[in-house]
Every structure is written in structure tokens, then in C-alpha cells.
């Protein structure tokens, strides 16, 4: 009974090892004493006990690998940047993967510093951050040619991330800071010039406005001067008398405007009739002598 148990217990043994699964997105490497043999896919598979092995199971999935690498600018700065490869088994080589690349992460990475600090010298600081796309694609044309050969196909590279030195960032932003003040003091003295057109134009056209005024204003006077000297004259009064009569009455209506508000800053000087008729009598005596220079002058 003990040799028929232990019999039927390696019998279970070996049929248990006589099968395998293999996981989706998977597939194993199969080795016959030690020599590669076959490649499985994903579902049930049957197998030599202890002849066959499973050497590996390979991950048919997309992976990515992050790489940190510091190089340097054309213009001497130095940067860490963040490049991601996305990669996958191609699965018809399969073996290849496995068998001729003992550590296929190393490897991409060795071709990602390659490129990188041979593309980003080329390029000053701002232009890596506009171009960063351009060092990406260098970096998957350079991968793609070289992993697919070892079984790998690359899918995507992308640069993450552009990290200056601190001191750098620093300067940058005071730069970007100085520009922005920059441009705000450009629009505002902008700004500031438009204000002033805006009220040297509105001033020019009250300015126009007031004159106009005043010319209107002193054609009504003269015209009703005119029509109060003739009245006079109708009433025999003569030119001087009628000129004199009319003076003193806008003396004091004048000074009647005057009194009518505590906020004028008119001052008129002499404030008395007399001194009116004198005022008016010398004009007189002036424009005579004035026109009898002329008549001699002639």
C-alpha cells in the first residue's frame, strides 16, 4: 500500500506539472533542458514535466520607463530634464526580447542619455522648453531603430519635465517680472497720454465755445449800443453825452453784478461816475490823436 500510494502521489505530481496557464497580455518562454523551445500565448498549455520549463513569462503590455538625465544649454545652463519612453514586447519576438538583451531598461536608458546630450546642447534654454517635442521625437527615432532589432517596439517619448537650476528659475522669473512692470508702465503712460488729448481737447473746444460766446455776447452789446446811441440822438443828446450816459449805466450794472454774489473775483478799477467820464474822455482824446498821427502819416 505504501509504494501504491506513493505512486499514485507522483502520478498527481507529474500531471499537475504537465500543465501550465499563461495570463493575458503574457507570454512564456518555453525551454526543452535548457534550449529555448517555444513561446506560449495566454490560455492552457500542456508540457514535458520536468523536461519543459517556463524560463520566463514576458509582459506584453505597454510599460514606460522614467529617465532623469542633467545636461547643459547652448548657453551654459544646466538642466534636469524628465524624459518617459513608453515601450512594449512586439509579440511575434518574443524570444528575441528575452534572449538577447539581459536588461532591456539599461539599455533604453543608455540611448536616452545619447541623444539627450546630444540635442539639448544645440539649444538655448528657452528654445528647449519650445522645442521639447523635437528632443522627444529625436529620442524615439534613435530608440525605435535601435530596440526594435532586441524585440522592443517603442511607442512614445515624451519629455515631462524641464527643470533649470534654482538660481535660474529665479533670474527667469525676475526677468519675466521686469517685463510685465514693462509693458503695465507702457500702457499706462498710454493711458496717461490719452487722458491728457482727451482734456486738451475738451478744453480747446470749451475754450472755442466760451470765445464764441463772448463774440456773440459783444455783438449784441454793440448792436444795442448802437440802437441806444441813435435813441439819444433822437432825443437830442448828443454822441458825447449818449456815450457818456452809456458808460456809467454798465458802471453800475456792473457793479450790480458784482454785489449779486460773494464769489466774484472781478475788481473794477475806478469805481466812481466821474472817474467813467474821464476814462471815456481820455479814450476819446486818444483816438483823435491816433487818427490825426495817421492823417500825417499820410
Do not use: C, W
Amino acid at each position: 500500500m505504501t509504494y501504491l500510494g506513493f505512486i499514485i502521489f507522483f502520478a498527481l505530481v507529474v500531471l499537475f506539472a504537465s500543465f501550465f496557464t499563461v495570463k493575458q497580455a503574457t507570454a512564456a518562454i518555453v525551454e526543452r533542458l535548457g534550449k529555448f523551445h517555444t513561446v506560449r500565448q495566454s490560455g492552457l498549455h500542456l508540457k514535458i514535466p520536468f523536461i519543459d520549463q517556463v524560463a520566463k513569462r514576458m509582459n506584453l503590455r505597454i510599460q514606460q520607463l522614467d529617465v532623469i538625465i542633467d545636461t547643459k544649454t547652448l548657453d551654459n545652463v544646466f538642466i534636469r530634464m524628465k524624459v518617459s519612453v513608453q515601450y512594449q514586447v512586439i509579440a511575434s519576438q518574443v524570444a528575441d526580447s528575452f534572449y538577447r538583451l539581459e536588461n532591456p531598461e539599461n539599455q533604453i536608458t543608455s540611448y536616452v542619455f545619447d541623444v539627450v546630450r546630444a540635442e539639448v546642447p544645440k539649444l538655448k534654454l528657452d528654445d528647449v522648453f519650445v522645442r521639447k517635442d523635437d528632443v522627444a521625437i529625436a529620442v524615439k527615432g534613435e530608440l525605435q531603430e535601435a530596440m526594435q532589432s532586441y524585440g522592443y517596439d517603442i511607442i512614445k517619448a515624451l519629455v515631462t519635465d524641464i527643470d533649470p537650476d534654482e538660481q535660474v528659475k529665479h533670474a527667469m522669473n525676475r526677468i519675466n517680472a521686469a517685463e510685465r512692470e514693462k509693458t503695465a508702465a507702457e500702457y499706462e503712460s498710454e493711458a496717461q497720454k490719452i487722458r491728457i488729448v482727451a482734456v486738451a481737447k475738451a478744453e480747446a473746444e470749451s475754450k472755442k465755445l466760451q470765445g464764441q460766446g463772448i463774440a456773440d455776447q459783444r455783438r449784441e452789446i454793440a448792436a444795442g449800443l448802437v440802437e441806444s446811441v441813435k435813441m439819444l440822438n433822437e432825443a437830442n443828446i448828443n454822441a458825447q453825452e449818449a456815450s457818456a450816459l452809456i458808460v456809467v449805466t454798465q458802471h453800475y450794472d456792473t457793479l450790480q453784478a458784482i454785489g449779486s454774489t460773494n464769489k466774484s473775483s472781478l475788481v473794477l478799477l475806478p469805481n466812481s461816475p466821474n472817474s467813467a467820464s474821464t476814462l471815456l474822455n481820455d479814450l476819446m482824446v486818444s483816438m483823435a490823436a491816433t487818427q490825426q498821427m495817421e492823417h500825417i502819416k499820410e
